[in-house]
């Protein structure tokens, strides 16, 4: 399986700040997800990382707040930008490396927002 | 809108038990069912994935089931040992042409007590 790398692994940060995640991946990957777990809750979907385009977002979750790239098969950033105490979460880039195969999970960033 | 239920949410065990872990959804138009666990502190370790058409899937101790039908799984854990201790999680992807993110339950927690 596909090892993932994480940087940060954590984090604390002042309000009204952004931090920028990255995600290094050690092969070549079809997809690439970013995922947040808030205190307590399962893992939600943020955006898929397309590879030369936009980012995809699901409900909830915006281009402004939440700034991806993914400039070739093995990496991406996340950026958390203007943070607020709400953004407290961990955050956790996902990969699979075919359609039918299982998805895998970097260590996360734990990100806290004073 | 799929939703994941797991039950239950908390499971204390002496450790040489065998244990079930339950996970339910409510849309059967699966893909494929992934179960992993989560240690404190870190990210997702990828334990079995089952596709929609199979009916179980094993490794080692661990033996996971499939029942898209009813929209049920269960991961069964023979002779438990105190390194078994972890929250686990169960996660549905939709069929393909939907979204491809996994959808997830809040998951069960874990103590394997020596």
């Known amino acids: 399986s596909a090892v993932i790398s994480q940087k940060p692994s954590r984090d604390i940060c002042q309000r009204g700040t952004s931090l920028t995640i990255q995600c290094q991946v050690d092969?070549?990957?079809?997809?690439m997800f970013w995922y947040r777990q808030q205190p307590g809750q399962s893992l939600t979907l943020i955006a898929t990382?397309?590879?030369?385009?936009?980012?995809?977002?699901e409900s909830g979750f915006v281009i402004d707040k939440f700034p991806i790239s993914r400039p070739n098969l093995t990496f991406s950033t996340l950026t958390v930008s203007n943070m607020s105490p709400e953004d407290s979460s961990i955050y956790l880039c996902s990969v699979r490396t075919g359609h039918n195969q299982p998805q895998h999970f970097g260590d996360g960033t734990r990100l806290s927002i004073l | 809108k799929q939703e994941v239920t797991q039950i239950p949410a908390a499971l204390s065990v002496p450790e040489g038990e065998n244990l079930v872990l339950n996970c339910s959804f409510t849309?059967?138009?699966?893909?494929?069912l992934q179960w992993f666990r989560q240690d404190p502190g870190k990210g997702l370790t990828s334990l079995l994935l089952i596709q929609s058409s199979q009916r179980e899937q094993t490794s080692g101790r661990l033996n996971a089931s499939l029942d898209k039908s009813s929209g049920r799984s269960t991961l069964y854990i023979a002779a438990s040992q105190p390194g078994d201790s972890a929250t686990y999680l169960c996660?549905?992807?939709?069929?393909?042409?939907?979204?491809?993110?996994?959808?997830f339950g809040k998951g069960t927690k874990l103590t394997v007590n020596p």
């Open positions: 849309d059967s138009a699966i893909y494929n």
């Open positions: 996660a549905v992807r939709r069929t393909q042409g939907g979204s491809e993110k996994l959808v």
């Open positions: 990382a397309n590879q030369g385009s936009e980012a995809t977002y």
């Open positions: 092969s070549q990957v079809t997809m």
